[in-house]
């Protein structure tokens, strides 16, 4: 076999082993309903901790709004528990509007549409788990 023959072989082999790896994950689709209008743009995040939950988020994202809902997809997203929260900035200032008391006054959300008695959904409620298929949260308001 010829040097140039086997580098081939070998350049394919790393080639299909990039590609298995790639798709260790499946894909988080999040879908938001019934948002209160179409002005502005929802940040949604990602959390893989209770620790973590409803502050720094694994993986976040804003999406825009189109029939007061929105879609994200959170990809390749390997085994584990996860939760989502939502915000709704309608003003597009990049953080959550709360009252004198701190209760929002945007819409907001967690997955499984959980909520908080007296302050924020607890993870317990929120979490769900990611294995072999893919993931779809529908967030309702």
Same mark, same amino acid.
């Given at each position: 076999?010829? %040097?140039? %023959?086997?580098?081939?072989?070998?350049? +394919?082999?790393?080639?299909?082993?990039?590609?298995?790896?790639?798709?260790?994950?499946? =894909?988080?689709?999040? !879908?938001?309903?019934?948002?209160?209008? /179409?002005? #502005? !743009?929802?940040?949604?995040?990602?959390? $893989?901790?209770?620790?973590?939950?409803? #502050?720094?988020? +694994?993986?976040?994202?804003?999406? %825009?709004?189109? /029939?007061?809902? *929105?879609?994200?997809?959170?990809? $390749?997203?390997?085994?584990?528990?996860?939760?989502?929260?939502?915000?709704?900035?309608? $003003?597009? /200032? &990049? !953080?959550?509007?709360?009252?004198?008391?701190?209760?929002?006054?945007? =819409?907001?959300? *967690?997955? &499984? /549409?959980?909520?908080?008695?007296?302050?924020?959904?607890?993870?317990?409620?929120?979490?769900?788990?990611?294995?072999?298929?893919?993931?779809?949260? %529908?967030?309702?308001?």
């Amino acid at each position: 076999m010829s %040097t140039l %023959t086997k580098i081939f072989i070998v350049f +394919l082999l790393s080639i299909s082993g990039l590609s298995a790896q790639d798709a260790t994950g499946q =894909d988080i689709i999040v !879908k938001i309903e019934n948002l209160s209008s /179409n002005t #502005g !743009k929802v940040f949604v995040a990602l959390y $893989n901790s209770e620790d973590s939950f409803l #502050g720094k988020g +694994l993986k976040a994202t804003f999406s %825009t709004i189109e /029939n007061e809902s *929105c879609e994200v997809v959170f990809k $390749n997203i390997p085994k584990g528990v996860y939760a989502i929260s939502f915000y709704h900035d309608e $003003n597009e /200032n &990049n !953080k959550m509007d709360t009252n004198f008391l701190g209760i929002p006054k945007e =819409d907001y959300g *967690c997955s &499984n /549409n959980a909520k908080g008695f007296m302050g924020p959904p607890k993870w317990e409620d929120a979490k769900f788990e990611v294995s072999t298929k893919p993931i779809t949260q %529908t967030i309702t308001l």
